[in-house]
C-alpha cells in the first residue's frame, strides 16, 4: 500500500503562483510513476503532469506546459508541482497519484491517490 498526502493548495490571486507537495509513504515510492490530476466542481477529472520513477521523464497537459513543473525527491519520497502564472480556470482541487504506468494521462493508469488539496485563483 502506498498513502498519498496532498498540502500547499490555497488562495491567489490570478498571475501568482503556489508550490503542492504529496508526501508518500508505504511500499517502495520510489519505483512509481507519480502524477498530478485536477477536478473543477462539475467537470470530470483531469491529467495535469506526470513524472517517472526516476525523475528524469516529465510529461505535462497542453494546458499547463510552460507554467507548470513536476518534479519529485525520492530521498524524502514527496512528490511537487510549481505552478507559476495561475489563472482562474486552474481553480481545482488538486489529487497526486501513483502508479505503474508513464506517462499515464488517465485516471486507470494510476492506483493509489491522495485526498486533495485546494487550489483558488482568483480574477
Known amino acids: 500500500q502506498v498513502q498519498l498526502v496532498e498540502s500547499g493548495g490555497g488562495l491567489v490571486q490570478a498571475g501568482g503562483s503556489l508550490r503542492l507537495s504529496c508526501a508518500a509513504s508505504?511500499?517502495?515510492?520510489?519505483?512509481?510513476?507519480m502524477g498530478w490530476f485536477r477536478q473543477a466542481p462539475g467537470k470530470e477529472r483531469e491529467f495535469v503532469a506526470g513524472?517517472?520513477?526516476?525523475?528524469?521523464?516529465?510529461y505535462y497537459a497542453e494546458f499547463v506546459k510552460g507554467r507548470f513543473t513536476i518534479s519529485r525527491d525520492n530521498a524524502k519520497n514527496t512528490l511537487y508541482l510549481q505552478m507559476n502564472t495561475l489563472k482562474p480556470e486552474d481553480t481545482a482541487v488538486y489529487y497526486c497519484a501513483a502508479g505503474p504506468v508513464f506517462p499515464g494521462s488517465r485516471i486507470d493508469e494510476y492506483d493509489y491517490w491522495g485526498q486533495g488539496t485546494q487550489v483558488t485563483a482568483s480574477s
Open positions: 508505504g511500499r517502495t515510492v520510489s519505483s512509481y510513476a
Open positions: 513524472i517517472n520513477h526516476s525523475g528524469a521523464r516529465t
